[in-house]
C-alpha cells in the first residue's frame, strides 16, 4: 500500500510504502505495479492512538445499556424516562443501565427500582464502576450467583440493592451475554484508535485468553496490552498483539490495604517484569501510593524495568509533584473528565483544590512523562474529546477547571501516540516501524484548530485498515472553520 501526498507526523509532506504490516519506506515514492494507492490530497498521517486507560468489556456492554447519568440524563424525570422506555421493550432478560451519578436522583435503592421495574432484574451501574444498585429480581439472581463462588470470593450483599464490588459475581450470572466488543472495536477505530492498555482489575488469565480469542476471530481489531491482578500471565506463546502489561492496585481510602503488603506485592510485580499502576483519585490514595512505591524501591536493588504508573492523579497538590517525578512515575490521565464532569467538580469540591484537579501542563513542567487514557465507559471513548479538553479545559457549562492546565494541541495529542510500554512517548512514524497508522482528511495546522475524531479517514494497524472512509464525500456542507478548503 502506498500513501502519496500525505503530511508525515515529524517528517512533513511525502509519500509512505506499507509491506507485510511495516512501514518500508518514507519519501518521494512511485507506485509498483498493482500497489494500492491512497491519495491524503495533504492530510496528516498521524501514529495510531493508543488509549492508555479503558475498560473495554464494560465498554463493550455500555453500548448496549440505558444511559442513567449525566449529560444524557441529568435529572429524575429523564431516569424515569429512560428506565422505563427500556423496560417497555421486549425482552425479559437483564436490564442495564450505566454512568449513573447521585446529582440524577440521589443514592437510589431497591425500593426505588422495584417501583419503576418490579418483574425484570434490574441493576445500575454507578459512574464510578464500583457500585451497582438493583431491584429485587436482580437482587434474587445475584445473591443465586454469589452462593456459587468459594466462600472467600463472596462479596456482601445489603438488602438496600446497593453493591459494592460484585463484579466477579456478575460473571456468574447465566445470562451473561456477550457484549459487542465487535461494535465497541469499530467504534474505536473509527476514532484513529489502533491500540488500546485494558486497566481492568479484575483481568486474570482467563481474561487474557478471552481477549486472544477475541483478536483471532477478527471482532477486536486493535492490539491490546492488558493490564490486571498479580495472577495474570501470559500464555508462553504472546502474540505481539496482545501483551500483559502492569500490575494494577485499586486504593479505596476508606479501605486501604496494609502498607507493607502492597509493598511486598510491589516487588513481587517487579520481579515478574511488571510495573505497578495505581489508581488514585484523592490526595490521600496518591499520598499512600506514593509511600508504598517509595517503600518498594528501597527495598530493590535496581528500578523496575518500565515506569510504574498513576492512574488518574485526580488530585495532585504541588508538594506531591517532585515526589511523582524523583520515583520516575508516569502518570496517565483523563482530560475528558473535565469536559464531562468539571460541573460537578466546580460546585462539589474545595476551590482551593480546583487547580489541583486531573493537572497536565504542570506536570509537563515538572517533567512527569504524561499520558492519555479515557477510562471508557466511565468517560467518553473518543480521546479527540479528551484532546479537545486538554486544550480548552471547560467544563460542559463553558466555566474553566484549571485553566493553567491547558496543553497546547500538540501535546494533548501527544498523550494518546505512545506505546503501551512507554506511554508518554510518541512513537516515531519511521522506516521498519509496525504500520499502526491513523489518516485525517485535513492538514495538521488545520485540525489542531478544532481537535474532533470528525477528522478520521483511514486507520491501519500492522499495515491493514481497520477503518476506511477513504471514498466517504468529506462532509455535508463541509465549511471549515478558518475559511481554509
Ligand atoms: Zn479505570
Known amino acids: 500500500m502506498l500513501i502519496r501526498n500525505a503530511e508525515i507526523y515529524a517528517h512533513g509532506i511525502g509519500d509512505l510504502r506499507i509491506r507485510r504490516g511495516h512501514i518500508e519506506q518514507i519519501g518521494s515514492l512511485t507506485p509498483a505495479d498493482g500497489e494500492r494507492v491512497i491519495d491524503a490530497a495533504g492530510g496528516a498521517l498521524l501514529p495510531g492512538l493508543h488509549d492508555h486507560h479503558i475498560h473495554l468489556m464494560s465498554y463493550a456492554a455500555s453500548l448496549s445499556s440505558v444511559l442513567c447519568g449525566p449529560p444524557a440524563v441529568a435529572d429524575e424525570p429523564s431516569l424515569l424516562r429512560a428506565l422505563s422506555d427500556a423496560a417497555s421493550g421486549s425482552g425479559e432478560g437483564w436490564l442495564r443501565g450505566v454512568g449513573y451519578h447521585e446529582s440524577v436522583a440521589g443514592d437510589?435503592?431497591?425500593?426505588?427500582?422495584?417501583?419503576?421495574?418490579?418483574?425484570?432484574?434490574?441493576?445500575?451501574?454507578?459512574?464510578?464502576?464500583?457500585?451497582?444498585?438493583?431491584?429485587?429480581?436482580?437482587?434474587?439472581?445475584?445473591?443465586?450467583?454469589?452462593?456459587?463462588?468459594?466462600?472467600?470470593?463472596?462479596?456482601?450483599l445489603a438488602s438496600n440493592g446497593r453493591l459494592f464490588d460484585i463484579?466477579?459475581?456478575?460473571?456468574?450470572?447465566?445470562?451473561?451475554?456477550?457484549?459487542?466488543?465487535?461494535?465497541?472495536?469499530?467504534?474505536?477505530?473509527?476514532?484513529?484508535?489502533?491500540?488500546?492498555?485494558?486497566?481492568?482489575?479484575?483481568?486474570?488469565?482467563?481474561?487474557?485468553?478471552?481477549?486472544?480469542?477475541?483478536?483471532?476471530?477478527?471482532?477486536?481489531?486493535?492490539?491490546?496490552?492488558?493490564?490486571?491482578?498479580?495472577?495474570?500471565?501470559?500464555?508462553?506463546?504472546?502474540?505481539?498483539h496482545l501483551t500483559?502489561?502492569?500490575?494494577?492496585?485499586?486504593?479505596?481510602?476508606?479501605?486501604?490495604?496494609?502498607?507493607?503488603?502492597?509493598?511486598?506485592?510491589?516487588?513481587?510485580?517487579?520481579?515478574?517484569?511488571?510495573?505497578?499502576?495505581?489508581?488514585?483519585?484523592?490526595?490521600?490514595?496518591?499520598?499512600?501510593?506514593?509511600?508504598?512505591?517509595?517503600?518498594?524501591?528501597?527495598?530493590?536493588?535496581?528500578?523496575?524495568?518500565t515506569a510504574d504508573r498513576i492512574e488518574h492523579a485526580s488530585v495532585t497538590p504541588p508538594a506531591l509533584l517532585s515526589q511523582i517525578q524523583e520515583l520516575g512515575l508516569t502518570v496517565v490521565t483523563q482530560p475528558n473528565f473535565v469536559a464531562e464532569r468539571g460541573d460537578t467538580y466546580l460546585d462539589d469540591l474545595p476551590a482551593p483544590e480546583h487547580p489541583w484537579l486531573y493537572r497536565c501542563a504542570s506536570l509537563l513542567d515538572a517533567r512527569i512523562p504524561l499520558a492519555g487514557g479515557t477510562d471508557a465507559p466511565f468517560g467518553?471513548?473518543?480521546?479527540?474529546?479528551?484532546?479537545?479538553?486538554?486544550?480548552?479545559?471547560?467544563?460542559?457549562?463553558?466555566?474553566?477547571?484549571?485553566?493553567?492546565?491547558?496543553?497546547?494541541?500538540?501535546?494533548?495529542?501527544?498523550?494518546?501516540?505512545g506505546s503501551a510500554d512507554s506511554p508518554a512517548t510518541p512513537r516515531p512514524i519511521a522506516a521498519r516501524a509496525v504500520a499502526d497508522l491513523c489518516l485525517l482528511r485535513r492538514p495538521w495546522q488545520q485540525v489542531r484548530g478544532e481537535l474532533s475524531s470528525r477528522w478520521v479517514r483511514a486507520v491501519i494497524r500492522d499495515g491493514e485498515l481497520i477503518y476506511d472512509a477513504i471514498d466517504e464525500a468529506p462532509f455535508e456542507g463541509d465549511v471549515s472553520r478558518d475559511g481554509v478548503s
Open 108 to 156: 437510589i435503592d431497591r425500593a426505588w427500582l422495584d417501583s419503576l421495574v418490579p418483574h425484570r432484574p434490574l441493576r445500575i451501574q454507578h459512574r464510578s464502576g464500583r457500585l451497582w444498585v438493583v431491584n429485587s429480581p436482580g437482587l434474587d439472581q445475584i445473591s443465586a450467583a454469589v452462593g456459587k463462588l468459594p466462600e472467600h470470593e463472596r462479596p456482601g
Open 167 to 240: 463484579d466477579t459475581a456478575l460473571h456468574q450470572l447465566p445470562d451473561a451475554t456477550a457484549p459487542p466488543v465487535d461494535q465497541a472495536s469499530r467504534r474505536l477505530a473509527s476514532y484513529g484508535v489502533t491500540g488500546i492498555t485494558d486497566m481492568t482489575p479484575s483481568n486474570d488469565s482467563s481474561a487474557f485468553e478471552y481477549f486472544a480469542r477475541l483478536q483471532g476471530s477478527g471482532s477486536l481489531l486493535q492490539r491490546v496490552c492488558m493490564a490486571g491482578s498479580l495472577e495474570l500471565k501470559a500464555p508462553d506463546r504472546q502474540s505481539a
Open 244 to 305: 500483559v502489561g502492569a500490575t494494577k492496585v485499586h486504593l479505596h481510602q476508606a479501605h486501604l490495604p496494609d502498607l507493607d503488603a502492597l509493598i511486598t506485592d510491589i516487588g513481587s510485580s517487579h520481579r515478574r517484569g511488571r510495573p505497578l499502576a495505581v489508581h488514585c483519585v484523592t490526595e490521600l490514595e496518591l499520598v499512600f501510593a506514593l509511600a508504598a512505591l517509595n517503600g518498594a524501591r528501597d527495598l530493590e536493588a535496581t528500578a523496575p524495568a
Open 380 to 417: 467518553g471513548a473518543d480521546p479527540w474529546h479528551a484532546m479537545d479538553a486538554a486544550t480548552s479545559r471547560r467544563a460542559p457549562s463553558g466555566r474553566v477547571l484549571g485553566g493553567d492546565e491547558r496543553l497546547t494541541p500538540e501535546q494533548a495529542l501527544a498523550l494518546f501516540l
